[in-house]
């Protein structure tokens, strides 16, 4: 099955499989540099924010329960949407999702930090991942997948959207804090945009036309 997979989803599985050995075998502390840390996490005994985290933070994991979900769900509806888009489209996709995520929880966390919160990093291909989701939902809403913990049968799209009600309900909440839920919702936004956007639909304009590749 493995040997079968498409070439980008393959080398994401990979490479998040070797970081992680490489945080096992060296500790977290040689990557803190490259895991998302909020605006102004310098001053209070964190690490300062640097551009290149918005992409570096999506390689590393928290452990190996967050590494094998994340890379669960890549295997199973990353592989299909690469098949469909082709390598470079479906790579741009996940990268505009790691780095939408990103960009969401920066402003979370850099929020948090200036109400007297503490410097915590972010780490983790979760926004990634749900960015996946929603463009599996989108593409084959009908398609029927089934749950882990409670096998439940359902639409892709069902999957999505009562994915999609949960994060939000638990990023307000506060329940689950440490948890990324927001960088969950961003990178399900930021691929929302993204498809909307190669399909020329609101709020995007559609003055491209014909050019418009439909998917």
Known sequence: MFSNLPPVTKTLLIL?????????????????????????????????????????????????????????????????????WGQKRFLTYFLVCVVGAGLCQLVVVSWGLAQGGGAFPTLGASGGVFGVLLAYGMLF??????????????????????????ELAFGISGTRSGVAHFAHLGGMLFGWLLIQQWRGRPPFSRRSGNNVRRF
């Open 141 to 166: 809403p009908h398609q029927r997948v089934m749950l882990l913990i409670p096998p439940i049968p359902m639409k892709a799209r069902t999957l999505v959207i009562v994915l999609g009600v949960i």
């Open 16 to 84: 998040n499989g070797v970081i992680f050995v490489l945080q096992l075998v060296l500790g977290n502390a040689p990557f803190w540099p490259f895991m998302l840390w909020p605006l102004g996490g310098a001053e209070v005994g964190g690490m300062s924010f640097l551009p290149w985290q918005l992409v570096t933070y999506g390689f590393l994991h928290g452990g190996g329960f967050h590494l094998m979900f994340n890379m669960l769900v890549l295997l199973m509806f990353g592989a299909p949407l690469e098949y469909t």
